[in-house]
């Protein structure tokens, strides 16, 4: 299996009991705003990565960036959060029904989400090294949309 990751894009994600989270208002591959520049009071983004459990992440960085190279968020996890939520995984696991699959999360929020130009809001994730496209979400002018 190779590594992948992916990403949603939304208004606001929410955590709700029972461990679930509920993504509000999910975006699909295109923003559109009546008018520019504009902004948003929030983007979020849902981004995830991927990986047989026996190949575990070492490192691992989240960039949200502009086509133009812009960028929104540079987060890095740190590797020894990285080794503990695999360990986790190793332990939670039964030889019945066994973990081979593992996946990283993170939930990002880019307040206010400022919309200067037509473009695309690139999400990446740097796994040990391997530059991996989570997601693009295209941002357009619609004038003749309603407020």
Same mark, same amino acid.
Do not use: A, F, G, H
């Given at each position: 299996m190779n590594r992948y990751a992916y990403c949603h894009f939304c208004d606001d994600i929410r955590a709700e009991v029972g461990n679930k989270l509920s993504l509000m208002g999910m975006y699909r591959g295109e923003l559109h705003v009546p008018i520019m520049p504009t902004f948003l009071p929030?983007?979020?983004l849902a981004i995830y990565c991927t990986t047989e459990v026996d190949q575990p992440f070492k490192s691992m960085k989240i960039v949200v960036a502009w086509s133009n190279g812009? $960028?929104?968020q540079d987060i890095e996890l740190p590797g020894s959060e990285l080794a503990t939520l695999s360990a986790q995984a190793v332990e939670n696991t039964s030889p019945e029904d066994p973990i081979t699959i593992l996946t990283i999360g993170a939930n990002l929020n880019i307040v206010p989400f400022a919309i200067?130009?037509?473009m695309?809001? $690139?999400a990446k994730v740097i796994a040990d090294g391997e530059e991996l496209v989570a997601g693009k979400l295209r941002v357009k002018h619609s004038p003749t949309l309603a407020l």
């Open positions: 929030k983007l979020s812009t $960028i929104l200067e130009n037509e695309t809001l $690139i």
